[in-house]
């Protein structure tokens, strides 16, 4: 090989290599891989939340038997990592759900209760030796900012219809949200009987369904608006962007329409509101993560909405390489944690962003 290709070669590589770094700026730090513990064939489904006295917690499914989904795994298990300063440094992994093999937790996602300062974690859990391809729905509690946590309640007759006991049906990994009004908010999805919100008004002691289809709908988000509006941001597979629904009555009625600014190859994604000052001013934003291409999972992108995603005017690329399932929290600084599979689901990166750098 001639000294000319060598070098040409060389620079091919370090040019793709640059490409699909993390801006260097930032803080980044990869939270789970399999080199961690050899026992996981993969870690996967990423949830992050603040909880009330500032601390992040990192929540993730660990795969011991493969890489496989909850009705192909006889043995997934929860775990958390926690950190106290801001993510810059993280606890060792420690392993919150985990039942005998044969029986699997997957797909976390949690919700802050600011009001009496509990989280809840949600997952979703097989037997796959008695009941295989039968989708129960569990929640675990803490009251100490994620150190402890409760035994699992099975709340899969609350929020869901007895019909559907069959159906393939799995509570959205990532978050869920907290209304003005206390309300505790979550979706819920039935690839047979459409998505569906589901809620507690009582601080999670009773949780509810309600019984109005969402469609089209999968893996969704939902916020308030500033109104008191509800939105969903939702995947669709297939269609290459996302579609957003909208109730103005606590959704009972929805009205829905697609968004192809938003981009998307049918993947998981996050949405939260961001309230900052700008001279003074208090203001409000809208702020989305995704992997942001019509068919591969790949470039996770921060998108901005100042307009309450009527419009997204702003966007950055955190990563252009290979990016799937993504969820975001707001630091008790003021900065955006992201949190985010990376590498064809090898890695699980936290990277700490300032608002100024998303806007300017």
Not at 77 to 87: A, C, F, T, Y
Not at 171 to 187: D, R
Request: charged share 25%; proline share 3%.
């Amino acid at each position: 090989m001639s000294l000319f290709i060598i070098i040409a070669s060389y620079n091919l590589f370090a040019q793709i290599s640059e490409k699909h770094q993390i801006d260097s700026s930032l803080f980044y730090i990869d939270l789970f891989n399999t080199s961690m513990n050899n026992n996981a064939d993969c870690y996967r489904i990423p949830s992050l939340i603040t909880a009330p006295n500032g601390d992040l917690i990192a929540a993730i499914d660990e795969r011991i038997e493969s890489c496989g989904d909850l009705h192909q795994n006889k043995d997934i298990n929860i775990v958390i990592k926690r950190s106290s300063d801001n993510g810059k440094t993280w606890s060792d992994i420690e392993r919150i759900v985990d039942f005998p093999f044969g029986e699997s937790a997957s797909d976390p996602s949690m919700i802050v209760d600011a009001i009496t300062n509990e989280i809840f974690l949600f997952y979703n859990f097989m037997d796959l030796e008695k009941e295989p391809r039968t989708y129960y729905l569990h929640v675990i509690k803490s009251c100490d900012n994620g150190k402890t946590w409760s035994k699992p309640i099975d709340i899969t007759s609350q929020i869901t219809l007895p019909e559907w006991k069959k159906d393939f049906k799995f509570i959205t990994s990532g978050h869920g949200i907290q209304t003005k009004s206390g309300k505790l908010l979550h979706t819920i999805v039935n690839l047979n009987n459409g998505l569906h919100v589901f809620g507690s008004d009582d601080h999670g002691k009773n949780w509810y369904l309600i019984n109005t289809p969402i469609t089209p709908g999968d893996e969704s988000k939902i916020i308030e608006l500033s109104d008191g509006k509800w939105m969903i941001n939702s995947r669709v597979n297939k269609n290459g962007y996302r579609f957003v629904h909208i109730s103005n009555n606590d959704g009972q009625t929805w009205e829905t329409y697609k968004d192809s600014i938003l981009i998307d190859p049918a993947c998981n994604a996050s949405l939260l509101n961001y309230k900052y000052e700008e001279n003074g001013i208090a203001k409000s934003c809208l702020l989305f993560s995704n992997a942001k291409h019509s068919t591969e999972r790949k470039n996770m992108t921060i998108s901005i909405s100042f307009d309450e995603g009527k419009t997204w005017s702003k966007e950055k690329l955190i990563y252009s390489g290979s990016s799937a399932y993504s969820t975001l929290t707001i630091l008790q600084n003021g900065d955006i944690g992201l949190f985010f599979e990376k590498d064809e689901y090898t890695k699980n990166v936290f990277v700490k962003i300032p608002f100024d750098y998303l806007i300017n």
